[in-house]
């Protein structure tokens, strides 16, 4: 069981917007940054987002964080059918000092 | 561009060590701010951290349940940091990853492409 809870499943039409929540403490996200992750089918996770609301380079607008006390926010525009996947959220554990993810998100575009 | 990649054998044996090797190209080990991690993925579930190691060695930190099976190590005159895992059961069959961990703000990138490792006699 994780530490951060995220939802099993969204998911949205083409062209739609949707959000996956990450919940924690104040252990975790309350006190420290929230990264997420983008897993496509059969490839390795991917830095989507760092410091609750960066983007990388080469990431597009469409993705966007936010973060407000325990919890964080992936929002996801514009959907189109290759972003398709899990997505994770992560941060560190402040009483363990230890890295976590949350359970993973698989985003469906119907 | 940084790149990590992951080596190793991908069948073990029930009770003998896990030892992965991750090569990284593109850039220095060694420099600072960055730890370098292990994270693993068991079939169809999420992702589970694993540790992480400065690249100095001077500061490691371990998932709590596997700290008495696991070490990390950093060869920086190859570029490569390593893990063992002692003790291996069925339990420890997954998708192993290498990343580069940005500890003051915890993020992982990038990350290697990883290697599937199977625990069966």
């Known amino acids: 069981q994780s530490v951060l809870t995220q939802p099993p499943s969204v998911s949205a039409a083409p062209g739609q917007k949707v959000t996956i929540s990450c919940s924690g403490s104040?252990?975790?996200?309350?006190?420290?940054?929230v990264s997420w992750y983008q897993q496509l089918p059969g490839t390795a996770p991917k830095l989507l987002i760092y410091?609750?609301?960066k983007r990388p380079s080469g990431i597009p607008d469409r993705f966007s964080g936010s973060k407000s006390g325990t919890s964080a926010t992936l929002g996801i525009t514009g959907l189109q059918t290759g972003d398709e996947g899990d997505y994770y959220c992560?941060?560190?554990?402040?009483?363990?000092?230890?890295?976590?993810f949350g359970g993973g998100t698989k985003l469906t575009v119907l | 561009q940084l790149q990590l990649q992951e080596s190793g054998p991908g069948l073990v044996k029930p009770s003998e060590t896990l030892s992965l090797t991750c090569t990284v190209s593109?850039?220095?080990?060694?420099?600072?701010?960055?730890?370098w991690g292990w994270i693993r993925q068991p079939p169809g579930k999420g992702l589970e951290w694993i540790g992480s190691?400065?690249?100095?060695?001077?500061?490691?930190y371990y998932r709590s349940s596997l700290k008495s099976r696991v070490t990390i190590s950093i060869d920086t005159s190859k570029n490569q940091f390593s893990l063992k895992m002692s003790a291996v059961t069925v339990a420890d069959t997954a998708l192993y990853y290498c990343?580069?961990?940005?500890?003051?703000?915890?993020?992982?990138?990038?990350w290697g492409q990883g290697t599937l490792v199977t625990v069966s006699s």
């Open positions: 104040g252990s975790n996200i309350g006190n420290n940054y």
């Open positions: 992560g941060t560190w554990e402040t009483s363990l000092s230890a890295g976590v």
């Open positions: 593109g850039g220095s080990i060694s420099r600072s701010t960055y730890y």
């Open positions: 410091e609750n609301n």
């Open positions: 990343a580069r961990h940005h500890r003051e703000d915890d993020w992982f990138d990038p």
């Open positions: 190691m400065y690249y100095s060695g001077r500061s490691t």
